[in-house]
């Protein structure tokens, strides 16, 4: 595929029909993996020769490499973000009855790792512009048998943790963060994970840092908290064969610990592309006539994004039909999330109805995730921001030339580490979580 290069994408303001690219994927897993094919293979390899493939040598050290990057003194690997979610509530002794505060406008694992323990969700609004957990109405839903609150980090931005901590402390209750999607994002230059009681983590593949499979991480600052969350991960189990208490199989792979371990130093850069990425939208956006249809995100001044999702909001009702017309065209694009988790039909027995969250449903029927990954290039974002003037029938604006790709993050306020239309067939495993 020819494509015009960089440089000459950044310099101009307009492109014809006849400029765009024929595709542009939402990712591109292929483009990570090929350039470090050989160091994957080989530490694959050696996990293979070793013979020891839960919880071996690699889990240990990618657990101590991970506690440096992001500042916390305790990393429990384990099986999957989901059962990480699990596995904090059951260090917090969540069980039968209690309720826990978690937003609506999230993955399912959020809330169904609370009625996996008998629990109830409580489902609390967002903020409209950050599609983030809105303080207020945490503070709103706390009652005598809250037991935890959740904020989740969502699309690489942390949660408003300035608001969100003094309420838990209020009210005498543990946060655990769901920082599933927002690995080395920070608030005030405190990474994620290190923000309340115990941080919940992902390694999906299609997460900033992803492996090869499922797995996930904790992190705590609480000696107490680790020293549950190492138990319940295998069973309840130490010594060998003896159980103290009832755990859950929740073991990291080694093979995926190893190929983790190879990713782990590329993390940061990565997530710079990400901002540089984001940045660039926002200025192509600017280019067009677009205002008063496509509301694109911004950054957060207090601490760095990580822009795991670029999520716009359609400003009417026509958000599938664009996502048809960019399909059409070759643009991936994916709904996180079109059914909020209090309409979701296996919570019909709690008794929520449309309109008990209305910034949440307004999401759900109005965002629209664009390509982001660290390997997209100016050409292939040019490409998705012009379909999209293209079905507007959007015109361009004068507008400044394009500022360096240097000068644009310089702009972006970041800070330095440490710190779901459906397909026309779902499928399980195509979940983009």
Not at 44 to 54: L, W
Not at 153 to 160: I, K, S, V
Not at 194 to 206: A, H, I, K, Q
Request: hydrophobic residues 40%; glycine residues 6%.
């Amino acid at each position: 595929m020819i494509r015009r290069s960089p440089e000459a994408a950044t310099t101009t303001t307009h492109q014809t029909t006849g400029d765009l690219l024929p595709a542009v994927p939402l990712l591109a897993l292929d483009r990570q993996y090929a350039a470090l094919r050989e160091q994957i293979r080989e530490a694959i390899n050696r996990v293979c020769d070793s013979g020891r493939f839960v919880l071996g040598p690699d889990v240990a050290d990618l657990e101590a490499e991970l506690a440096k990057a992001l500042g916390v003194p305790h990393v429990i690997s384990c099986a999957s973000g989901s059962d990480a979610l699990l596995l904090a509530l059951m260090a917090l002794d969540v069980g039968t009855g209690d309720e826990v505060i978690v937003p609506s406008y999230t993955f399912f694992a959020t809330a169904s790792a609370v009625t996996r323990l008998g629990a109830v969700p409580i489902f609390a609004d967002i903020d409209p512009v950050t599609y983030l957990v809105d303080p207020r109405d945490i503070e709103k839903k706390i009652s005598s048998r809250t037991r935890a609150i959740v904020p989740v980090h969502l699309f690489g931005r942390t949660a408003d943790m300035d608001a969100i901590g003094p309420i838990a402390v209020k009210a005498g209750l543990p946060i655990v963060e769901d920082a599933a999607q927002s690995i080395l994002s920070t608030w005030h230059g405190r990474c994620s994970g290190s923000l309340g009681d115990v941080g919940c983590f992902s390694f999906y593949p299609t997460k900033n840092l992803g492996g090869a499979g499922d797995g996930g991480f904790l992190t705590t600052t609480r000696d107490d908290v680790a020293k549950s969350l190492r138990l319940l991960r295998v069973h309840g189990m130490e010594p060998r064969y003896y159980h103290e208490v009832i755990g859950i199989n929740s073991r990291l792979d080694s093979i995926q610990a190893a190929v983790l371990r190879v990713k782990l130093p590329h993390l940061d850069s990565w997530t710079t592309a990400r901002q540089m990425n984001a940045a660039r939208y926002q200025e192509i956006f600017s280019e067009y006539d677009l205002a008063s249809r496509v509301a694109v995100p911004g950054d957060e001044p207090r601490g760095r994004h990580v822009w795991n999702q670029f999520v716009i909001r359609v400003l009417d009702d026509s958000r599938d039909a664009l996502r048809a017309h960019l399909a059409k065209h070759g643009v991936g694009t994916e709904i996180y999330y079109p059914v909020p988790l209090h309409l979701q039909k296996c919570f019909t027995h709690l008794g929520w109805a449309k309109g008990d969250l209305p910034e949440t449903e307004r999401a759900a029927e109005q965002t629209l995730a664009l390509p982001i990954f660290p390997e997209l290039d100016s050409a292939e974002q040019r490409t998705v921001v012009a379909r999209i003037a293209e079905f507007f029938s959007a015109t361009t604006r004068t507008a400044p030339i394009a500022k360096p790709r240097q000068e644009v993050l310089a702009n972006t306020g970041s800070l330095p580490s440490p710190h779901f239309i459906r397909r026309a067939v779902g499928k399980a495993d195509d979940v983009r979580c």
